[in-house]
């Protein structure tokens, strides 16, 4: 018997149907549409807006999405993993509703939180509970309602964020295709540049941190942008190093939508050519923990089986990292 990998047979996705444009925006907060446009790479993004609705409903209809599309019954499914940042409450695991919701009653559930590398950082996970040779159906899931967490009259971060989810299937593959190598980073330096000051255990809930604005997203773009671009780039480039890949032999590059002239530098130091870095920014914005697996599905028709995929992500905290999978399917 061969070893095992864990590859991707399934996707699934969802965005919310409310479309916030830079055009909105601008009558928002003091920006404009080329402003927008030059900086980030971003035209539009989704907010979930219906009350009473968290991040557990876009993970529920992505999820929802790929049970669809590829026949899987959900009580078959061993594990569900939610990758977020942005959980429906503290304590009770989004990831647990979830699996109830979409009848995953077979599985066990938790949340995996890295910032804008947890989808990465869960596909790590995922495929090392396939390779153990215990679980033989991972369901990966990233989602983040970004819009509960952001200020929309700071020009700095409500221009960037958006809601949405993506999820993925790992199964066990004799063929040598799935998760080939991983390179995964994190570094402590990044505390201060990247946060949410209040809400947690240093700093609770209270009356003053509720009138400072303290609740929502803080990040000094341009030390984030610095760290982010050069990190990406160094774990992609390793990535290939290690694996004897070159420009000519990688399919595509799966990095996380954060800023388009991140994306760019990243594809840049790997020498890929431009159609070869897929790209959504411009349509859904940041939406953390959903970037991966957006791209995965919004573009799942032009992988063929047997492709080269690099991902690339970078998140707050620091957290950040490389992942070298071989696609295990083409598109029926």
């Known amino acids: 018997m061969n070893s095992i990998t864990a590859a991707i047979t399934a996707v699934g996705a969802y965005v919310p149907d409310y479309v916030l444009s830079n055009e909105v925006l601008e009558t928002l907060v003091d920006t404009n549409d080329e402003w927008i446009t030059t900086r980030t790479g971003i035209k539009e993004r989704r907010l979930l807006k219906e009350s009473g609705k968290g991040t557990s409903y876009l993970a529920i209809k992505a999820a929802q999405n790929l049970i669809k599309k590829s026949g899987v019954n959900p009580a078959e499914i061993d594990l569900v993993i939610m990758s977020t940042a942005t959980p429906d409450m503290p304590v009770a695991t989004t990831g647990v ?7 995953a009653v077979n599985a066990f559930a938790f949340d995996l939180q890295a910032a804008c590398s947890s989808f990465l950082y869960g596909m790590s996970t995922a495929a090392a509970y396939i390779q153990s040779g215990r679980y033989k159906k991972v369901l990966l899931i990233g989602a983040d309602k970004m819009s509960s967490i952001i200020d929309y009259t700071d020009r700095a971060t409500c221009i960037i964020f958006g809601d949405g989810g993506g999820a993925v299937l790992f199964e066990p593959n004799y063929e040598g295709l799935g998760l080939q190598d991983e390179y995964l980073r994190s570094d402590g330096i990044g505390r201060e540049y990247l946060k949410i000051d209040a809400g947690g255990s240093i700093l609770p809930p209270s009356k003053e941190t509720v009138e400072n604005r303290q609740h929502y997203v803080f990040q000094d773009g341009k030390t984030v942008f610095k760290y982010a671009v050069s990190g990406m780039a160094d774990v992609s480039e390793k990535i290939m190093q290690r694996n004897n ?13 954060a800023n388009k002239r991140i994306i760019d530098a990243t594809a840049s130091r790997m020498e890929l050519d431009e159609e070869k870095v897929l790209v959504n920014i411009h349509r859904y914005g940041n939406t953390t923990s959903a970037t991966l697996p ?23 905290g620091f957290t950040w990292g490389s992942i070298y999978l071989k696609w295990a399917y083409n598109k029926q």
């Open 97 to 103: 509703y979830v699996a109830t919701q979409i009848g």
């Open 245 to 257: 890949l070159t420009k000519d032999t990688v399919n595509w590059l799966i990095a996380h939508q």
């Open 294 to 316: 957006l791209l995965l599905s919004d573009f799942e028709d032009k992988f063929k089986k047997g492709d080269n995929l690099i991902f690339a992500a970078f998140g707050g």
